[in-house]
């Protein structure tokens, strides 16, 4: 297998795991016990998707960045992590009370969060022109979404398929106790994630940075905040992970409130992904053709555009559904793009703990802020048991097209020698 296949093939395991279970969670963990939901509330679920996966993002330049930058090869750390993960997301699956959801989902963010983190810069150490390259390989994630995301509902929650128009393109009526066995896409999920564990040694090896000066890996790359750009573009990524943290708490059962059945969510959010994969194809020419600048801040007023429209009620529910394709613009132009800059301002010694700095925002910060704006503006905007989703749409397009507009008016363009005097 060449190196750029096995990167890839990574990639589609490291998203397939995480689009398995993410887009369903939030339906099955909100939906009434009668349903064979678990009936939590939106501040437990936000706390259970949000301030979860924070902790996890957090510890991860003090547990992966560390280790993978300066004493373990990353293909061996990525190993026991993501089969530890999966270990851990399928005894979830068993689970019906908040805490053991909430405690175990700790744990599970500590095990995949460095993950994300460690996945882009092993395939950022094995290639060269890395604004056409990266995006090549890192589309496969988005494909391993997409896969999960359809296969799932197909097998287990759907029979008598037959041909339709909207994502899967492969649809039937839906098996009895459906919204039950939601649960089990976290075994799903599981299995994948063991499966990516033992793929794990077949990966490049990737050794640490044994001759590196300075020993805390994450202490340096914590340097980069002495860099304006990189502070902009952290203090961006905070607002926009708030609102990226609401799309996957809210889009679930928001399509089921639009008439969506519980087993074509998934497979409908993939709209989004399909979006991805053609953004992605083309991240390295926009680049280079646009900068870094353009490129970023029209992935951000793109989650201006997605919420708008899901906020605007009179359009037909076709729209709304296909207005995730604004998610291709929201992931490849802000966070793949923010993925590429920063490792290109980041020394060769600290680049996995300078992915993880990032992410410390992008997965720890924002969701947890996220999940707490989430639960909050549900309180606001529910009235006599009824949630009004047109103005809290609104809310949280509004806070995408301001982070849009201050981005641009202060964010430029610095390469590595100039962060040295910045």
Avoid at 106 to 126: D, E, G, Q, R, V
Avoid at 377 to 395: C, H, K, M, P, R
């Amino acid at each position: 297998m060449t190196k750029n296949f096995r990167l890839g093939s990574m990639m589609f395991l490291q998203y397939a795991l995480w689009g398995a279970w993410l887009p369903v969670t939030a339906r099955y963990l909100s939906a009434n016990v009668s349903e064979g939901g678990l009936g939590f509330t939106g501040s437990e679920i936000g706390m259970i998707l949000g301030l979860a996966g924070s902790i996890g993002a957090i510890a991860a330049p003090f547990i992966a960045g560390q280790f993978a930058d300066r004493y373990f090869s990353t293909e061996k750390i990525l190993a026991f992590l993501v089969f530890t993960g999966g270990l851990v997301k399928w005894y979830t699956s068993y689970q019906t009370a908040f805490e053991s959801w909430l405690y175990l989902s700790i744990i599970y963010s500590i095990l995949y969060m460095p993950t994300l983190a460690l996945s882009n810069s092993m395939a950022f150490s094995h290639i060269e022109d890395r604004e056409n390259t990266f995006p090549k390989i890192r589309v496969w994630g988005t494909i391993g979404w997409i896969a999960a995301s359809w296969i799932f509902p197909m097998i287990w929650l759907q029979q008598g398929l037959s041909f339709q128009f909207m994502p899967p393109f492969l649809s039937g009526s839906e098996v009895p106790n459906v919204t039950a066995r939601l649960a089990d896409a976290l075994k799903f999920s599981g299995i994948i994630s063991m499966t990516y564990g033992v793929f794990c040694f077949m990966l490049p090896h990737t050794p640490p940075k044994a001759d590196a000066i300075e020993k805390l890996a994450f202490k340096k790359a914590f340097q980069l905040f002495n860099t304006k750009s990189f502070t902009v573009l952290v203090l961006a990524s905070l607002a926009v992970s708030v609102i990226h943290q609401i799309y996957f708490l809210q889009t679930g059962p928001f399509l089921s409130f639009i008439g969506i059945k519980d087993s074509s969510i998934g497979p409908a959010m993939t709209i989004g992904q399909f979006a991805e994969i053609a953004t992605m194809a083309y991240l390295g020419y926009f680049l280079k053709r646009l900068g870094f600048k353009k490129v970023i801040t029209i992935g951000i007023l793109a989650y201006f555009a997605r919420y708008a429209i899901f906020g605007t009620t009179f359009l037909p529910v076709w729209v709304m559904v296909l207005s995730q394709a604004f998610h291709g613009f929201c992931y490849a132009f802000f966070f793949a793009a923010g993925f590429i800059y920063v490792d290109k301002i980041a020394d060769e010694d600290v680049r996995h703990s300078a992915q993880t700095v990032f992410g410390i925002i992008i997965f720890g910060g924002g969701p947890v802020i996220g999940g707490w704006l989430s639960g909050k503006l549900q309180e606001i905007y529910t009235t006599a048991g009824v949630f009004d989703y047109s103005s809290f749409w609104y809310t949280v397009s509004g806070i995408g097209l301001i982070t849009g507009l201050l981005f641009f008016l202060l964010f430029n363009e610095q390469f590595k020698d100039e962060t040295k005097t910045a």
